[in-house]
């Protein structure tokens, strides 16, 4: 074992043994390729604890639910009482890394989107003065004119996947699973952009199980140290991947009006399965599969 692994293997069996002494139980230590982990538990709360170790060194990784209180008892053990990603209350983000979020996932009509950026500390800084935050913070004409914005600076950093209604029910059918198909989705964008550019952090919004992300990663992904947080548009990345996923979503709305001179809805809301009802007595019920997602209570509502 070389120096490097070992040094992180001391530290995980040495921060193991300081949470045992404060009555938390761990699980056994696994190695995976690039790091050591064990699961941490009280009662139903359940963590990861994660050593890497690298060609940068070694570096300490606690996933889970941090707006949780055991999340906060465990990092304040393991990293002090002031939050690693906080300094003076101003959030520290990565230097160089990916975020990714998606649109459409609540609505009844429309694709869904999922949109990753990558950003370094210039990046970060052009797209807060241009007004990058979440996108559910922001109208949508708005959104449109930030997005333009957001292209000029990142360039060819970053990558969408657009799944319309259509395609995303032959997946949904074959998946059953909304989070499983996320997680694809995600893990997809991702490896879009590392098959051009070198990264080796990533944050994403948590929308389930934080391992669906990583199972569905390939070769150049499983490298990455993933982040999953609640609330993860705080993340400069994050909050301009939610810009252009919601670009997408709005510019689907907008073409496929045209298309069939009906005023599609956001959302899944009574006047959304009025407006269903609406497209199935011009259109039928069998063209409702290009335009809506199937799986939703929605269609059982109107049938």
């Known amino acids: 074992m070389d120096t490097i692994k070992l040094q992180a293997k001391k530290i995980i069996e040495k921060e193991i043994n300081n949470l045992a002494d404060k009555g938390i139980i761990s699980s056994k230590i696994n190695e995976d390729k690039f790091n050591f982990n064990c699961d941490l538990t009280s009662g139903k709360n359940g963590l990861k604890f994660l050593v890497y170790f690298g060609k940068k060194g070694i570096k300490k990784v606690l996933q ?118 996320l997680a694809w989705a995600h893990a997809k964008v991702l490896e879009n952009i590392l098959s051009n550019h070198s990264v080796e952090e990533a944050i994403s919004d948590k929308f389930g199980d934080e391992k669906l ?32 996923a919601r670009e997408r979503f709005i510019k689907w709305f907008e073409t496929t009006k045209k298309k069939y001179n009906i005023n599609f809805l956001k959302g899944a809301s009574n006047k959304v399965e009025q407006s269903a009802k609406d497209f199935i007595k011009k259109y039928g019920k069998e063209e409702l599969n290009k335009v809506a997602k199937i799986h939703f209570k929605t269609t059982q509502k109107i049938s």
Do not use: M
């Not at 997005?147 to 950093?157: E, G, L, Q, S």
């Open 213 to 244: 992300i990583i199972r569905s990663l390939q070769e150049k992904g499983k490298k990455l140290i993933l982040h999953q947080y609640t609330k993860a548009e705080r993340y400069t990345a994050v909050a301009a991947a939610s810009i252009l």
């Open 64 to 181: 889970g639910n941090k707006e949780s209180d055991f999340y906060l008892k465990i990092n304040e053990i393991i990293f002090g009482k002031e939050f690693f990603e906080f300094n003076n209350n101003h959030l520290i983000e990565p230097e160089i890394y990916i975020g990714t979020d998606e649109s459409g996932k609540g609505d009844y009509f429309g694709p869904l989107v999922v949109a990753g950026v990558l950003v370094d500390k210039k990046t970060i800084i052009e797209l807060k003065k241009i007004g990058v935050k979440d996108s559910k913070e922001l109208t949508d004409s708005v959104i449109l004119e930030i997005a333009n914005k957001i292209n000029k600076i990142i360039k060819d950093r970053s990558d969408i996947i657009v799944i319309n209604p259509e395609k995303y029910n032959e997946l949904y059918s074959k998946i059953g699973n909304l989070n499983r198909l």
